[in-house]
């Protein structure tokens, strides 16, 4: 079945430690993305690429660092993770960045102690 | 920059009774606006979406909405919930390709009465 696939489903992570999201899509989408939801403040944008060997900065940007070395692939790396981080992460692709339909993922829960 | 504003928080409806969602969009050009639904646990779905062309669009599960330019606004509606509606909901603009990518609002949470 065609989609995102995301993993790990969740991790308890400690304070200081690395931790990569891993994000693949099997759609050839061109435009990948990684957001953060977070009660209450809804779906924020931390980085994403427009295409393979391109990323770019989202709205929270700072902790995070992503990678788009191939079009189905898209980690999200947190050098050293905080508390601040725990959240609720979701990858999406789309064939044109902002003009046609997101698919997501089903989300990675990280819990940073 | 572009943002969504969506100003209720939480709904709530009564099965059988009509719905609109309301959302309000700020973008310097012409929007690629979005409504997404997610139930709890789970991803986002796609409901609709508005590029161009006729103003009222018909989205899965029952949904329409209406693009007004002249109040940016961007409202979901349904003549009739059913208590498996019930789910947090989404609305997004997105840039059309620009840099600006896709910008969602913070959600109103739907509840159904019974």
């Known amino acids: 079945i065609a989609g995102i696939t995301q993993a790990p489903t969740s991790q308890i992570l400690a304070a200081g430690r690395r931790m990569t999201l891993r994000c693949t899509q099997d759609m050839r989408h061109n435009a990948m993305y990684w957001y953060r939801q977070d009660l209450g403040l809804g779906l924020r944008l931390i980085h994403y690429s427009n295409t393979a060997g391109t990323t770019g900065k989202g709205e929270v940007p700072d902790g995070y660092s992503v990678s788009r070395a191939n079009t189905d692939d898209f980690p999200l790396t947190l050098a050293s993770a905080v508390p601040s981080q725990t959240s609720v992460y979701f990858c999406?692709?789309?064939?044109?960045?902002?003009?046609?339909?997101?698919?997501f993922g089903q989300g990675t829960r990280l819990t940073v102690v | 920059a572009q943002s969504v504003t969506q100003p209720d928080i939480h709904i709530t409806v009564s099965e059988g009774a009509s719905l609109e969602l309301r959302c309000n969009y700020s973008y310097g050009a012409t929007p690629y606006l979005f409504w997404y639904v997610q139930s709890p646990g789970q991803g986002l779905q796609l409901l609709l979406k508005y590029f161009s062309g006729d103003t009222l669009v018909q989205g899965i599960k029952g949904f329409e909405a209406e693009f007004k330019r002249s109040q940016s606004s961007f409202n979901l509606r349904k003549p009739s919930v059913h208590w498996s509606d019930a789910a947090e909901y989404f609305c997004?603009?997105?840039?059309?390709?620009?840099?600006?990518?896709?910008?969602f609002g913070k959600g109103t949470h739907l509840i159904i009465q019974p």
């Open positions: 997004a603009v997105g840039s059309g390709g620009g840099a600006d990518g896709l910008t």
């Open positions: 999406a692709s789309s064939e044109i960045q902002g003009a046609t339909e997101a698919f």
